[in-house]
């Protein structure tokens, strides 16, 4: 009998964060005020978080006990099973063992609830009532609608244009949780309004939606602003899925030599390969881990190692990340949730130290690796995990040339059942790949902040 999937019990939910500052051999430059070039502080950050997570954000602690309430939530839907790939395996007649971690089994489909449900709950006991958000592709929004639900809070969320346009069902379903949404740029903030002046016909970017949902939760004291990626409590709070998959390879009597995500803003990619990394770091076992991103909005393999803003509007501290520059619009690709210009401090950081590496392929590849995934193994990826199983086909296909019968886990970070006019759209032949130019690199590049540089 061949196993193919590895499930755990609801009791082996783990009950800590993995916080991967504890074992690094030094801690990514500290976030910048823009106005003074200073390292920002907790009470800079107070308009916009809850105070616990603004702790979680500078913890250097190993663990971060997760609470009973969020456990008893997460119960919904976690422990996520681990799959085996097999008929992937077959059929690209490769010596790889390849496993996935499936996040799509969530309420909203994809790893996103997994933080949405934490920075609900602290909200909700710091006695906020909203909270505003941003959302690419709509599985953040989704996401934080069903934790806002869960707790009573209100939600509003920025949906950049052209997912909003090409997905009308992720706005049906945040709705259905309760929550109210607006396509960014939108003309009910001073940073909607001034992008539309400039062009009225703007796609929009989570940059910019970043801006509207940061404008309107400085505006009152009862609401706060909620970030689905890049912030290292975001990243601390994903590592439930890395941590439940090395006990589940431990039940597959397997470990990785290849950790693969797809990377947007980092937190699925560190989600999985954090706890991993960590075991390395600690000189436990060696692996790589390699994070894919688009070729229409390369951050890690374009972009430059610098301070640069998280919005368009310049609202927030300068983080030092690999930047395509705060105002750079990437394509409207498919993959809605990889359409951001900058990325996690931390990813970045592992990047520069040499302890992870990055590719960017192009949209088509990507497709084509989503529907032979598809065919194969029944699940429909978000565009997003696409990314990543692409990744996957061509490691796979080098162990096949390299004759090594390597251990390749990849985290299949969300479903695309609300993606399907992607799909459809590919089917037709109507979908492009995009050339990142030299020139629009160095055109977006040319605003970066001089601060601490
Ligand atoms: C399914 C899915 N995967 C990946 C991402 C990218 O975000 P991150 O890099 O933080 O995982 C998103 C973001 O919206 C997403 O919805």
Request: glycine share 10%; aromatic share 8%.
């Given at each position: 009998m061949e196993t193919v999937k590895y499930l755990l019990s609801e009791d082996r939910l783990p009950e800590s964060w993995y916080n991967i500052a504890a074992d690094l051999p030094s801690l990514p430059p500290p976030p910048l005020h823009p106005a003074t070039g200073q390292p920002i502080g907790p009470a800079d950050l107070a308009p916009l978080f809850p105070m616990e997570l603004i702790k979680q954000e500078v913890s250097t602690e190993r663990t971060i006990p997760i609470p009973d309430e969020v456990r008893a939530i997460y119960r919904q839907w976690?422990?996520?099973?681990?799959?085996?790939?097999?008929?992937?395996?077959?059929?690209?007649?490769?010596?790889?063992?390849?496993?996935?971690?499936?996040?799509?089994?969530?309420?909203?489909?994809?790893?996103k609830p997994n933080t949405a449900v934490a920075q609900a709950y602290y909200n909700k006991i710091e006695g906020v009532r909203r909270l505003v958000t941003e959302t690419g592709a709509g599985q953040w929004g989704s996401s934080l609608a069903?934790?806002?639900?869960?707790?009573?809070?209100?939600?509003?969320?920025?949906?950049?244009?052209v997912s909003y346009n090409q997905k009308p069902y992720r706005r049906a379903l945040m709705e259905t949780y309760g929550a109210r949404v607006i396509a960014s740029p939108s003309t009910e903030t001073a940073s909607g309004r001034a992008i539309l002046a400039e062009h009225p016909d703007s796609t929009g970017s989570l940059g910019i939606a970043i801006s509207e949902a940061v404008e309107v939760a400085a505006q009152r004291d009862d609401t706060r602003y909620a970030l689905g990626s890049v912030l290292n409590h975001v990243l601390l709070h994903q590592t439930v899925i890395g941590q439940e998959a090395m006990i589940q390879m431990e039940m597959a009597g397997d470990y990785p030599d290849v950790v693969v995500g797809c990377t947007g803003g980092g937190s699925n990619f560190a989600g999985i390969a954090f706890p991993f990394i960590g075991a390395k770091l600690r000189g436990e076992r060696p692996l790589r881990v390699v994070a894919v991103e688009p070729a229409a909005c390369p951050s890690l393999t374009k972009g430059k190692y610098a301070y640069d803003y998280g919005d368009t509007a310049h609202l927030t501290p300068l983080v030092k990340m690999h930047t395509l520059g705060s105002t750079f619009v990437p394509p409207g690709i498919h993959a809605g949730g990889l359409r951001y210009h900058g990325m996690a401090p931390l990813v970045s950081h592992l990047l520069e130290l040499g302890v992870i590496e990055a590719i960017a392929i192009q949209q088509l590849e990507t497709f084509a690796a989503g529907v032979q995934f598809a065919r194969l193994e029944g699940i429909l990826p978000a565009p997003e995990a696409n990314h990543a199983i692409a990744g996957v086909i061509r490691e796979a296909l080098r162990c096949k040339e390299e004759g090594k019968s390597e251990v390749i886990l990849f985290n299949l970070c969300g479903h695309g059942h609300f993606d399907l006019q992607a799909y459809m759209d590919y089917q037709a032949g109507k979908l492009r790949d995009y050339e990142y130019s030299d020139a629009e690199v160095a055109m977006a590049l040319a605003g970066l902040p001089s601060v601490g540089a």
């Amino acid at each position: 009998m061949e196993t193919v999937k590895y499930l755990l019990s609801e009791d082996r939910l783990p009950e800590s964060w993995y916080n991967i500052a504890a074992d690094l051999p030094s801690l990514p430059p500290p976030p910048l005020h823009p106005a003074t070039g200073q390292p920002i502080g907790p009470a800079d950050l107070a308009p916009l978080f809850p105070m616990e997570l603004i702790k979680q954000e500078v913890s250097t602690e190993r663990t971060i006990p997760i609470p009973d309430e969020v456990r008893a939530i997460y119960r919904q839907w976690r422990p996520t099973p681990l799959f085996r790939a097999r008929r992937l395996e077959r059929a690209l007649d490769t010596p790889a063992r390849i496993y996935y971690k499936y996040e799509g089994v969530s309420p909203a489909g994809s790893h996103k609830p997994n933080t949405a449900v934490a920075q609900a709950y602290y909200n909700k006991i710091e006695g906020v009532r909203r909270l505003v958000t941003e959302t690419g592709a709509g599985q953040w929004g989704s996401s934080l609608a069903f934790a806002g639900a869960l707790f009573g809070l209100e939600v509003e969320v920025f949906m950049v244009k052209v997912s909003y346009n090409q997905k009308p069902y992720r706005r049906a379903l945040m709705e259905t949780y309760g929550a109210r949404v607006i396509a960014s740029p939108s003309t009910e903030t001073a940073s909607g309004r001034a992008i539309l002046a400039e062009h009225p016909d703007s796609t929009g970017s989570l940059g910019i939606a970043i801006s509207e949902a940061v404008e309107v939760a400085a505006q009152r004291d009862d609401t706060r602003y909620a970030l689905g990626s890049v912030l290292n409590h975001v990243l601390l709070h994903q590592t439930v899925i890395g941590q439940e998959a090395m006990i589940q390879m431990e039940m597959a009597g397997d470990y990785p030599d290849v950790v693969v995500g797809c990377t947007g803003g980092g937190s699925n990619f560190a989600g999985i390969a954090f706890p991993f990394i960590g075991a390395k770091l600690r000189g436990e076992r060696p692996l790589r881990v390699v994070a894919v991103e688009p070729a229409a909005c390369p951050s890690l393999t374009k972009g430059k190692y610098a301070y640069d803003y998280g919005d368009t509007a310049h609202l927030t501290p300068l983080v030092k990340m690999h930047t395509l520059g705060s105002t750079f619009v990437p394509p409207g690709i498919h993959a809605g949730g990889l359409r951001y210009h900058g990325m996690a401090p931390l990813v970045s950081h592992l990047l520069e130290l040499g302890v992870i590496e990055a590719i960017a392929i192009q949209q088509l590849e990507t497709f084509a690796a989503g529907v032979q995934f598809a065919r194969l193994e029944g699940i429909l990826p978000a565009p997003e995990a696409n990314h990543a199983i692409a990744g996957v086909i061509r490691e796979a296909l080098r162990c096949k040339e390299e004759g090594k019968s390597e251990v390749i886990l990849f985290n299949l970070c969300g479903h695309g059942h609300f993606d399907l006019q992607a799909y459809m759209d590919y089917q037709a032949g109507k979908l492009r790949d995009y050339e990142y130019s030299d020139a629009e690199v160095a055109m977006a590049l040319a605003g970066l902040p001089s601060v601490g540089a």
